[in-house]
């Protein structure tokens, strides 16, 4: 077969399987489809399928294969950082910036200080910093990847649960910008290249004079051309971030967040977000799965302590959230079981954190090893969401 005809053969496979597990699993009740697709990424991987079929594996995952998946990957992962980055609504968290900042703050530094302490003692073992990580940088990449709230799977669970553009579901969302723009910072933070300070500092002020002018630009223009703009606006940020040394991801958040989210129709937005987990993001996936590594750079205790690490740090994320929630709460006055829902809301890490840590393997800062431990612990954190919120949601109601 030619390399389309096995490439085919390959996107067929990553957009079937997970569709038939969700449909004829009915697991929407606990796991929606794009949770499904990120656990068949990982099946689809090496790890897993590759190791109990690994001549089937190599012919359809060959290289020529996965060059173009992965180039499917990245452009698509691009786009849906840079369609998160347009959600943002930076204006209605500084009307309520009391309430946001006390809210959005305690459910981002309490669990990120958990998720700091877990990787600690993590890090007391070896196999967990990269080649060119070092100790302060894996431990604020894992505290933050335990405090990240994922805002677009949050607005795809709030549409499940009936509460996406109500006044919860808009609390929720100014919460869930906040971490979105203390992720990126962070990951900016952590991604500091000395060697290269000066082509960020020369990035980061040359995007600051040109994102005030397209927007000037966006504003006098139709929306049809808005969105054909938007895709080079965001091609060419994307390269000059990662030019600079601070990754192309940071470079898409950049170029949604800098442009008013209102210059494009809400249905379009919504639009855009549905056709990327259905028909692109599965690629994302696949390629995330392909990294997994299961525990072979550890020595002896192998997968188990990648299993025990993901424990470890799910403990700490959903412990960290609630008990940061309930502060809010406890400060703010909310009714009882509030903070319940909104901690067990916010607990949504799937795709941002997953990205997030697709950076730091990407720089070597952390293992591949690592990188699996936090993959498991976003699943099932994000799949713990919906059971866990639903009955609570329903007795706040009643009350």
């Known amino acids: 077969m030619g390399t389309s005809e096995i490439f085919l053969i390959a996107l067929t496979i990553i957009l079937a399987v997970p569709y038939a597990v969700w449909r004829l699993a009915r697991t929407d009740r606990w796991a929606p489809l794009v949770v499904v697709q990120i656990i068949g990424g990982i099946l689809l991987g090496p790890g897993v399928l590759g190791a109990q079929f690994p001549g089937a594996y190599a012919f359809v995952f060959n290289p020529q294969v996965l060059g173009a998946l992965n180039g499917i990957a990245w452009w698509a992962v691009m786009l849906f950082v840079f369609a998160a980055g347009l959600e943002l609504d930076l204006g209605d968290a ?7 900042l006390i ?3 305690s459910a981002l530094l309490v669990p990120l200080a958990c998720g700091a ?5 993590l890090l007391r073992t070896q196999g967990w910093i990269g080649p060119a990580g070092n100790y302060v940088q894996v431990v604020a990449g894992i505290g933050m990847a335990c405090a990240v709230t994922a805002l677009p799977i949050l607005v795809l669970l709030m549409e499940k649960l009936g509460i996406f553009r109500k006044p919860l579901g808009d609390r929720l969302l100014r919460y869930a910008s906040f971490d979105d723009v203390a992720i990126w910072a962070v990951l900016a933070l952590i991604l500091v290249d000395w060697h290269r300070v000066g082509r960020q500092g020369l990035f980061l002020a040359g995007f600051a004079g040109t994102a005030w002018i397209m927007r000037q630009v966006f504003a006098r223009l139709p929306e049809n051309d808005r969105w054909a703009l938007a895709m080079i606006w965001l091609a060419a940020v994307g390269f000059a971030a990662d030019w600079s040394g601070l990754h192309f991801m940071v470079g898409a958040f950049l170029a949604g967040a800098m442009l008013d989210g209102r210059s494009f129709s809400l249905e379009r937005r919504d639009a ?4 990327l987990l259905l028909a692109l993001m599965p690629v994302f996936f696949l390629s995330t799965g392909l990294r997994t590594q299961w525990g072979a750079g550890l ?3 192998g997968a188990l302590a990648v299993f025990g690490a993901a424990a470890l740090l799910l403990v700490a994320s959903v412990t960290g959230k609630l008990m940061g ?3 809010a ?6 009714a009882p079981g509030e903070a319940s829902v909104i901690g067990w809301m916010l607990q949504t890490k799937a795709l941002i954190m997953i990205i997030f840590v697709n950076v730091l393997l990407d720089r070597q800062i952390i293992t591949a090893e690592t990188f699996t431990a936090l993959l498991l612990m976003a699943v099932a954190s994000t799949a713990l ?6 009955p609570r949601l329903a007795r706040l109601a009643a009350g």
């Open 94 to 100: 500084w009307e309520n910036r009391s309430e946001t």
């Open 103 to 105: 809210t959005a703050g």
């Open 117 to 121: 302490a877990a990787a600690s003692l």
């Open 272 to 275: 855009l977000r549905e056709i």
């Open 299 to 301: 020595g002896g205790t």
């Open 325 to 327: 929630a309930h502060l």
């Open 329 to 334: 709460g406890r400060l703010l006055g909310w």
């Open 385 to 390: 969401t919906v059971p866990m919120t639903r």
